[in-house]
Structure formats: structure tokens, C-alpha cells
């Protein structure tokens, strides 16, 4: 099993400045079966970012994702109010996918 | 619209049973491989099960292998999860997700509560 550690777990931002969200995995992940998720409260999750660093349809431009071998990042480059949330990442690189615990950001 | 919508959830007691379903829409089901992902109660995302677009692969987190079986039925676009000896530790909101390897349309979840 491939563990994806986030960090930090809470993230205290005010609205126009820059996240930087991290998760490191286990063991290396191919860039191609590497994601990030949003949620907000009483929401299913949406798919921001696959293959590390696309962006899924409707995405903004504001974020972005980064990473290779064991450590990747999502990046919201000035934050908005709707983009308080709880971001997971994800891998598919094994047949058991699994996910990050989260990092919630909230508003400072 | 692409669209998944479950059902079927509700509360359980220990060592019951519950199936669940979803129903899909806006796009062709046969063509996808399907998962459920569930979340417990203020926790983090779990992805349960997955089954391949004709049914015949399926795969299994450890935690339910034997109590849980995915099935689908491509003619009625839907999935299903029927769940067996169902424990606390089952608590939770399931959703249903079209899994294109990343799960990028998921329904709005549908919530197991197992409790005496």
C-alpha cells in the first residue's frame, strides 16, 4: 500500500494569497497516476489536477500542480473564496488507490 | 449532464446487511470502469471497490474483501455494492465515482450508519 502523507494538516491563508499544499508518498508514484481532489462541506469530492500537474476540465488557471518521484504539490497561486476547502491527493500507481488525510484551508 | 446518483444507504445493525446502487447517466456506462469511495464521519476519502466496464475484474481494499461484492448492469447503467457483516467501522457516506483512473465524476454519496 502506497501512503500519501499531507501536510501541513490545516493551512490559515487570507484570500489573494498563495497556497502551497504538500504530499509525499511511501514509495515513488509514476506522474501519470497522481492527483488532487477538493471538498467542501457537504460536497463529493472534484477532481482539480491528474497526471500531476493537469488540470481537470473547468479548472482555473490559479492551480496548479508540481511533483515527481515521492513528493508533489498543489499550488493556488492567489486564493479565492471559494477555494477554502479540504484538498486530498490521490495515486493510482497500485491497484489499492489510495489518498491523502487531507489538508484543510482555512480562511485566516 | 454526466451524472451519478446513489442509493440504498440508511441505518443497519452490526452483522447486517445493505445494497447499495447508483445510477448513472449522461454518458456511456459500459465504457468505464466504476469504484466506490467511502468517507467516515469527519474523516478522510477510502476507496472501496472498483469493477472493470464488463463486469468480470473486480478488486477489493482488504478491509471488506468477502463481506463486500461490486456488480454492475450495463443495460440498467448501474452499479452496485452489496455489503455483508457490516461493522462500525463501515459508518459512513459511500460514493460512487466513473473511474477513469482518476475518479473524475463522483455522486453525491449515500450514508451507511451501523448502530444497535
Known amino acids: 500500500e502506497v501512503v500519501l502523507t499531507q501536510s501541513p494538516a490545516t493551512l490559515s491563508l487570507s484570500p489573494g494569497e498563495r497556497a502551497t499544499l504538500s504530499c509525499r508518498a511511501s514509495?515513488?508514484?509514476?506522474?501519470?497516476?497522481f492527483a488532487w481532489y477538493q471538498q467542501k462541506p457537504g460536497q463529493a469530492p472534484r477532481l482539480l489536477i491528474y497526471d500531476t500537474s493537469n488540470r481537470a476540465a473547468g479548472i482555473p488557471a490559479r492551480f496548479s500542480g508540481s511533483g515527481s518521484g515521492t513528493d508533489f504539490t498543489l499550488t493556488i497561486s492567489s486564493l479565492e473564496p471559494e477555494d477554502f476547502a479540504v484538498y486530498y491527493c490521490h495515486q493510482r500507481y497500485t491497484w489499492r488507490k489510495t489518498f491523502g488525510q487531507g489538508t484543510k484551508l482555512e480562511i485566516k | 449532464e454526466v451524472q451519478l446518483v446513489e442509493s440504498g444507504g440508511g441505518l443497519v445493525q452490526p452483522g447486517g446487511s445493505l445494497r447499495l446502487s447508483c445510477a448513472a447517466s449522461g454518458f456511456t456506462f459500459s465504457d468505464y470502469w466504476m469504484s466506490w469511495v467511502r468517507q467516515a464521519p469527519g474523516r478522510g476519502l477510502e476507496w472501496v471497490a472498483n469493477?472493470?466496464?464488463?463486469?468480470?475484474?473486480?478488486q477489493y481494499v482488504d478491509s471488506v474483501k468477502g463481506r463486500f461484492t461490486v456488480s454492475r448492469d450495463n443495460a440498467k447503467n448501474s452499479l452496485y455494492l452489496e455489503m455483508n457483516s457490516l461493522g462500525a467501522e463501515d459508518t459512513a457516506v459511500y460514493y460512487c465515482?466513473?473511474?477513469?483512473?482518476?475518479?473524475?465524476?463522483w455522486g453525491q454519496g449515500t450514508l451507511v450508519t451501523v448502530s444497535s
Open positions: 514509495q515513488s508514484v509514476s506522474n501519470y497516476y
Open positions: 465515482a466513473r473511474d477513469s483512473g482518476d475518479f473524475d465524476t
Open positions: 469493477i472493470k466496464q464488463d463486469g468480470r475484474d473486480k
